[in-house]
Every structure is written in C-alpha cells, then in structure tokens.
Nanobody, 115 residues
Framework: QVQLVESGGGLVQAGGSLRLSCVAS????????MGWYRQAPGKQRELVAR???????IYTDSVKGRFTISRDNAKNTVYLQMNSLKPEDTAVYYC?????????WGQGTQVTVYS
C-alpha cells in the first residue's frame, strides 16, 4: 500500500511550463509501474504518461514531445515536466501507482492553461 501526494499544479498561460511532483509515502524502488493521468470536466480520466521499470516511458499522443515523465527513487518522487502547455491540457492531474494489480491514486492537482 502507498499514499501519493501531488503538487505543482497551477494557472499558466499557453506556451508555459509546469512541473508536477508526486511524493509517495514509502520507497518507490520496487514500484515498477507509475504514471500520471488527467481528467477534464465532463470527460473520462485518461492516461497521460507512464514510467515502467524506471526506463520505459509511454505517452498519450497529444503530449508526446511536450511532456516528460521521470522518477527519483531516492526522493520517492515521480515528476511530470510539462512544456508548451495548451488550453486543452487543462485538467486535474492524478498520480498513479500500480502495485500487485491494484491501483493507488493521489488526490489530484489542478492545472489550468489559459490562452
């Protein structure tokens, strides 16, 4: 089991950048599969990016080339660097950990991009 706490969201103009952080309540060294999801108003939660076994990264097409997921095991933290933000990136962003086939979620952090 693990608790996840996101931070780093905020209000940003289109073209700007934000870095989201997800701090886990315990070591993430053995958590091979972590990711970021987002949910916009009236829409389903969708995958943004995943990092698997610390090396393999997966991105949804709309963020490829703009977002980068990374992890720092020493800090029990997963990051999402978001560049060239667009209004359509506006959503609540959630951190996710997949442990023994169970999903764990943070409380989310709001990202709002204005044009």
């Amino acid at each position: 089991q693990v608790q996840l706490v996101e931070s780093g969201g905020g209000l940003v103009q289109a073209g700007g950048s934000l870095r989201l952080s997800c701090v886990a309540s315990r070591s993430i060294f053995r958590i091979n599969n972590m990711g970021w999801y987002r949910q916009a108003p009236g829409k389903q939660r969708e995958l943004v990016a995943r990092i698997i076994s610390g090396a393999t990264t997966i991105y949804t097409d709309s963020v490829k080339g703009r977002f980068t997921i990374s992890r720092d095991n020493a800090k029990n933290t997963v990051y999402l660097q978001m560049n060239s933000l667009k209004p359509e990136d506006t959503a609540v962003y959630y951190c996710n950990a997949l442990i023994d086939l169970s999903d764990y979620w943070g409380q989310g952090t709001q990202v709002t991009v204005y044009s």
